[in-house]
């Protein structure tokens, strides 16, 4: 079974930085699309980026365009996710995904999730913005 580690969360003061880094492991087949989710308590999880490994589109959620960047690796197993410019509503656990149905579009799989049937998620990591 496909592992996903993240790794690079934690506190950071607003305006701050941190890039949060995701590879996988134990993988049959590769990814076609990578990607970053959010959530808060008492909120559904939200997408945040998405990456489509085949031809590289990128798909970001409208409160973070401009300052959040999300890239691959050609191994089809990691992602990163540079975040800038940092505000406390970013706060939330960040969750990274993997999709290996090879049709998934990167809008789609943020907006409604990675297919269920292909899909891999990693344990969250906290990200905390605060002063």
């Known amino acids: 079974q496909a592992q996903l580690v993240e790794s690079g969360g934690g506190l950071v003061q607003p305006g701050g930085s941190l890039t949060l880094s995701c590879s996988a492991s134990?993988?049959?087949?590769?990814?076609?699309?990578m990607g970053w989710f959010r959530q808060v308590p008492g909120k559904e999880r939200e997408g945040i980026s998405c990456?489509?490994?085949?031809?590289?589109?990128?798909y970001y959620r409208d409160s973070v365009k401009g300052r959040f960047t999300i890239s691959r690796d050609n191994d089809r197993k990691t992602v990163n996710l540079q975040m800038t410019g940092l505000r406390p509503e970013d706060t939330g656990v960040y969750y990274c995904?993997?999709?290996?149905?090879?049709?998934?579009?990167?809008?789609?799989?943020?907006?409604?999730?990675?297919?269920?049937?292909?899909?891999?998620w990693g344990q969250g990591t906290q990200v905390t913005v605060a002063s």
């Open positions: 134990g993988l049959r087949l590769s990814y076609y699309a």
């Open positions: 990456i489509n490994f085949a031809d590289g589109d990128t």
């Open positions: 995904a993997g999709d290996s149905w090879s049709l998934i579009h990167e809008q789609a799989m943020c907006q409604m999730g990675p297919t269920p049937q292909h899909a891999s």
